[in-house]
């Protein structure tokens, strides 16, 4: 039963810790189907986190944060967008530059701003997303196994959880089943038939990059609103990435992607959980090794046992008109 | 937009674009501090005269250079094997473990020799921390930007382990090493020209700037006088035709991503054996990164990484005393311009190609006419 119950405890804090890798990961899947690889999401999601905590701090408000973080993570989607498609610029190092350069930028104007050493203060319940409790979730709460995995599990999580679950369909949803979807995903595979069939690749792939901004822009918005309380240095500490490494074990897709997600998020809230927990034969494992946890697990799987992985043809290939 | 205008002379195309590219970057600088409330022009006044002002000043300057060479030749190296080696952070900290360890292992006995088995300790460690990146790459097609970021945050907190416990001082509290054994380190500049009676203010400025220059030379003769240099630049532009002229592709991949590895393994060199004297956690402090900046701001080339590493150190020398006289300016904005100077000179390398052409067409045709 103990067991039980941590499993429980367990996969209530992945989910949580899940929804800004999912949000990310998404960004990433929408910008590289359509032809560009984005290793800048990392920074998006400090740059939005930073924004989200300031305006929430300023205004009070989460929602207003949360409409900071996508607006910002939006005009760094775009720079990189530019420098991607009209410039035809190394987009590995585009987005490197952008993490660099909101790494030393987010610290800088929160020191400027509210001179806390590089933090904006901590928020105030009001000014962040708060945990819901869903419809009958008290009534249920009694029930067995309904009770712990409706009441316990399901419920109880704040608004950009749920909005994060809800985006893996919505994504979905467009990339499969609308028009816009099918040139989206034909940009990323072969430029060149889009083109001659007279779409702009240009307009498609600026698309998409705004898209990536928005869910990026809520991924960072719930490290800093509903995750934490507030922006702190670094505080997207390479979620990015991982993010960026879930959707390629995702192979480009939503579900899978999803799944990919789920799993780095549970094995963060495992090493979170084993942190000072002395195991049998083992003994207590130094916190420098759990924290690996995760990023080993990252190289594991990408080390291919989950069979061969096959991105968009076009991704990472700037496009060029006259060739 | 159209195809980028034809081809500019080289001195232009290798000299020119690379300097109006770090000006739009310093001018966007200029800008967030004049956001920030400070005259923009003051704040590159402190940062030139930081950087050149005085004796130790310039040794400052290149004491940092030093790191972005070896940092800018790894990123070259893997670069020019059609690879991105964002792993440079973790193989640095693991070069400076490696050369710890040797340090250690030889220090009391023989200082000297334990400087040389030390440099290729830091080698070797650094080569070693990039072959398992390298060899997924390579056999099993794992996405080496990815790979390396691991990497870095699992060297870092090996790191971290290390030097909280095994190799932490005895009873010390900091996660840094003891010192090195007396005599185990690398001479510093200051101390070499005062043999030749020649006085030099003090700066951390050592033999590893010679090193790296080295490192330097050797890449360009490998690169371009080696029948495996070619290999790799073949391998670079296109793996498939590569393939089919004979070239071990994947062997090809591993070795140079391993050298690549070793370069960054020996930045440690530089910042330990030269002036820390011990091991101290994270002491790469992003100079891995910055390593991507430079060596596109250099072109790829030798001889442009080792100037385009002698700007970033006159940004960080400069920087941390514009850090130290402004006292809203912190050392995160000196991230911010690294930032810039990476998304301006590195990945648009073409932003002012079409004025300069259109210049340079009109000046060139009034020539001839």
């Known amino acids: 039963m103990e067991f039980l119950t941590d499993i429980l405890l367990l996969s209530d804090s992945a989910i949580r810790i899940a929804a800004p890798l999912i949000l990310a990961a998404l960004a990433g899947l929408c910008a590289e189907r359509a032809g560009i690889v984005d290793i800048g999401l990392e920074g998006k999601m400090l740059a939005a986190a930073f924004a989200a905590a300031s305006a929430a701090a300023i205004t009070g408000s989460p929602w207003a944060g949360l409409l900071s973080g996508i607006l910002v993570s939006v005009m760094l989607a775009l720079l990189h967008g530019y420098v991607s498609i009209n410039q035809r610029g190394n987009q590995i190092v585009s987005g490197m530059a952008i993490n660099i350069m909101v790494a030393g930028l987010a610290p800088t104007l929160a020191n400027a701003w509210f001179s806390r050493g590089g933090q904006t203060p901590l928020l105030d319940s009001e000014a962040r997303f708060n945990e819901i409790t869903l419809p009958l979730a008290d009534l249920l709460q009694d029930v067995p196994l309904v009770g712990a995995v409706y009441s316990n599990l399901l419920s109880g999580h704040s608004f950009l959880t749920y909005l994060a679950f809800l985006m893996v369909p919505v994504v979905g949803w467009i990339l499969y089943r609308t028009r816009f979807g099918l040139r989206l995903r034909a940009v990323g595979e072969n430029p060149e038939a889009v083109d001659t069939a007279g779409i702009s690749v240009t307009l498609l792939r600026y698309q998409a990059m705004i898209i990536a901004g928005i869910l990026c822009g809520m991924s960072g918005s719930a490290l800093s609103t509903a995750l934490g309380a507030g922006f702190i240095r670094d505080m997207s500490a390479g979620k990015g990435f991982l993010a960026l490494a879930a959707m390629i074990f995702g192979k480009w897709k939503p579900v899978p992607t999803l799944l990919a997600c789920l799993l780095f998020a549970f094995v963060d809230a495992l090493q979170g959980r084993l942190q000072g927990v002395s195991l049998p034969l083992i003994g207590e494992i130094p916190v420098q090794f759990t924290i690996m946890l995760p990023y080993v697990l990252t190289v594991v799987i990408l080390a291919g046992f989950v069979g061969k992985m096959e991105a968009p043809k076009a991704s990472g290939i700037p496009y060029e008109k006259d060739r | ?369």
């Open chain 2, 1 to 369: 937009m159209s195809a980028v205008p034809a081809k500019l002379p080289t001195v232009l195309e290798s000299l020119l674009m690379p300097f109006l590219n770090i000006l739009v970057a310093l001018f966007v600088s200029g800008l967030v501090v004049w956001g920030l409330g400070e005259d923009p022009f003051f704040a590159l006044g402190l940062l030139i005269e930081g950087a050149f002002g005085y004796e130790e000043a310039i040794g400052y300057t290149f004491y940092y250079a030093t790191n972005f060479i070896f940092t800018g030749l790894a990123v070259s190296v893997a670069f020019h094997a059609g690879h991105f080696n964002i792993g440079g952070e973790g193989q640095a900290m693991l070069g400076g473990l490696g050369l710890t360890l040797a340090v250690f292992w030889l220090g009391d006995t023989a200082p000297l020799l334990s400087v040389f088995v030390a440099v290729a300790g830091a080698a070797l460690f650094g080569a070693g921390w990039a072959f398992v990146p390298a060899w997924l790459q390579a056999r099993r097609g794992s996405h080496i930007v990815i790979t390396t970021i691991m990497f870095n945050f699992i060297a870092s907190a090996l790191l971290a382990y290390l030097l909280v416990g095994p190799l932490q001082r005895p009873g010390g509290q900091m996660p840094e090493s003891s010192d090195f054994p007396d005599g185990a380190g690398l001479m510093q500049f200051h101390e070499v020209l005062a043999y030749f009676g020649v006085s030099f203010e003090q700066s951390p400025l050592n033999l590893s700037f010679l090193i790296a220059l080295l490192a330097a030379l050797a890449v360009w003769f490998l690169l371009s006088r080696t029948r495996f240099g070619y290999e790799m630049r073949v391998a670079g532009k296109n793996a498939s035709a590569a393939a089919f002229a004979g070239v071990s592709v994947p062997r090809v991949t591993i070795i140079a991503l391993m050298m690549s590895g070793a370069l960054a393994g020996m930045m440690g060199l530089n910042e330990l054996l030269g002036e820390q004297l011990r091991l101290i956690g994270n002491f790469t402090l992003g100079y891995g990164f910055v390593g991507i900046a430079v060596a596109f701001m250099g072109r790829n080339h030798p001889l442009g990484i080792v100037l385009a590493a002698i700007l970033f150190g006159v940004l960080y020398q400069g920087g941390a005393e514009l850090a130290f006289e402004m006292p809203t300016v912190t050392r995160d904005l000196i991230v911010v311009i690294q930032g810039l100077v990476i998304l301006f000179a590195g990945a648009m390398p073409h932003l002012l190609r079409r004025p300069v052409a259109a210049l340079y067409g009109r000046f060139a045709g009034r020539g001839a006419a």
